[in-house]
């Protein structure tokens, strides 16, 4: 079955420390993977995804498919950057399996 | 343009009743999607729209939950004889394509069954 596992529902970092959100997923095809961000009051919204293999707002993801991760990082956290983070999978039928979610907090 | 718009914002119902929840896309978004939040939950996947056909509907939790879409536009969740177990906040998504990977999300609706 499909399932995303974030394991850490809560953390907390300083501004300009690493962060590194988790992910881990477990799918017997050929996985999408994908990061949602939701600031506080704003909707839910794609922050990046692997195929395109980019970085947005200076995070970015890399899909280890031997390790079934896609952890998100960026090397110096932002304020801004407190939100609520989702991993996501869409299936080959076109299904999308959300983890949990991370909430991240930036201290300042 | 204007994003996906989703009414009521907040519906209580008392469990029993039946409760229809709509989902305004975005014009010319030909895939929709609706998800499940629970509360500290994850979203799960009920169903999606390509065009007015859901082709699968595998992810509907009960049969007392259905969907249905028209005009390639606007698309109802109805859940019939509503269930606490049912309060969650509904969201709907939408995007140009089924093959485009980004969703636009509403702002959902928070329904509450007592």
């Known amino acids: 079955a499909q399932r995303v596992t974030q394991p850490e529902k809560l953390l907390s970092v300083f501004k300009g420390a690493p962060v590194e959100l988790k992910c881990n997923y477990s799918?017997?095809?050929?996985?999408?993977l994908f990061w949602y961000v939701q600031y506080s009051r704003q909707r839910l919204q794609l922050l990046l995804r692997h195929i395109s293999r980019e970085s947005i707002k200076g995070f970015t993801a890399d899909l280890n498919k031997g390790e079934t991760s896609f952890h998100l990082k960026k090397p110096f956290a932002q304020e801004e950057d407190s939100a609520m983070y989702y991993c996501?999978?869409?299936?080959?039928?076109?299904?999308?399996?959300f983890g949990t979610g991370t909430s991240l907090t930036v201290i300042p | 343009g204007a994003g996906v718009s989703q009414s009521p914002s907040n519906k209580v119902t008392e469990k029993g009743k039946d409760v229809e929840l709509r989902c305004d896309p975005i014009?010319?978004?030909?895939?929709l999607y609706w998800y499940r939040q629970r509360l500290g939950q994850g979203l799960e996947f009920l169903i999606y729209?390509?065009?007015?056909?859901?082709?699968?509907k595998s992810g509907l939790p009960s049969d007392r939950f259905s969907a249905e879409r028209t005009g390639e536009s606007v698309s109802t969740l109805t859940i019939q004889r509503t269930q606490q177990e049912d309060s969650a906040v509904y969201l709907c998504?939408?995007?140009?394509?089924?093959?485009?990977?980004?969703?636009?999300f509403g702002p959902g609706t928070r329904l509450t069954v007592t």
């Open positions: 998504a939408s995007s140009l394509a089924l093959q485009t990977y980004e969703q636009y």
């Open positions: 799918y017997s095809g050929s996985p999408e």
């Open positions: 729209f390509q065009g007015n056909s859901a082709p699968d």
């Open positions: 014009s010319g978004h030909t895939a």
């Open positions: 996501a999978l869409r299936s080959t039928g076109n299904q999308f399996y």
